[in-house]
């Protein structure tokens, strides 16, 4: 015998797919909002460890700043030590200069010259004085070049001078002061040069 269905099942199968399909449709959702979460709470993890490498970097970029104007100061202080040293080193090598000087000045005076003054700028000697004669201020020039603390003489002026009887000749002269030791440094380093 042949047994019919009466009951409304297209009905029933209609209402059991769109269950599904609801179903279905509300897990997607939630998966895609879970999803989305998901990438954003990555995306938020990865800004946080940014700030945060960013925040070190920082800190050590202000520490190479510190040690970097540290640096500096020391250099300056470093510059300023080592012009006090040359000063002092200077002093130090002039300070017998003087005591040479004018014992040069006393061998090179030839005879019938006389110095009525001598003035020092830096390394430039001014020597004024009167002289019996022309040749005797030649002397002198000749006797100043051959001299180890002192080179390069220039006359500035040579003039009669009528104010006394002896008709004698007022001279000024500049020349280069220079210490021997330290000319026969540079020679020696001038001539390793070479070498």
Do not use: C
């Not at 500035?156 to 006394?164: E, L, N, V």
């Amino acid at each position: 015998m042949v047994k019919i269905n009466l009951l409304p099942w297209r009905e029933e199968r209609r209402q059991q797919l769109n269950k599904e399909f609801f179903l279905i449709l509300g897990g997607g959702a939630i998966l895609a909002v879970l999803s989305v979460a998901f990438v954003m709470w990555l995306y938020s993890q990865s800004i946080e460890f940014q700030h945060k490498r960013n925040a070190y970097l920082k800190e050590e970029i202000a520490k190479l700043d510190r040690d970097i104007a540290e640096i500096r100061d020391l250099e300056k202080k470093k510059a300023n030590l080592l012009s006090r040293k040359e000063v002092i080193e200077d002093l130090q090598g002039k300070r017998t200069q003087m005591v040479h000087l004018f014992d040069e000045l006393v061998k090179t005076i030839p005879n019938g010259v006389f110095l009525e003054s001598v003035k020092q700028q830096g390394n430039r000697l001014t020597l004024e004085g009167y002289a019996q004669s022309h040749s005797r201020v030649s002397a002198y020039l000749r006797a100043i070049e051959s001299s180890k603390w002192m080179d390069k003489p220039e006359v500035q002026y040579i003039k009669a001078d009528d104010t006394f009887d002896t008709h004698e000749q007022k001279f000024r002269l500049t020349a280069m002061l220079v210490n021997p030791n330290l000319k026969k440094d540079d020679e020696t380093t001038a001539q390793e040069d070479a070498q």
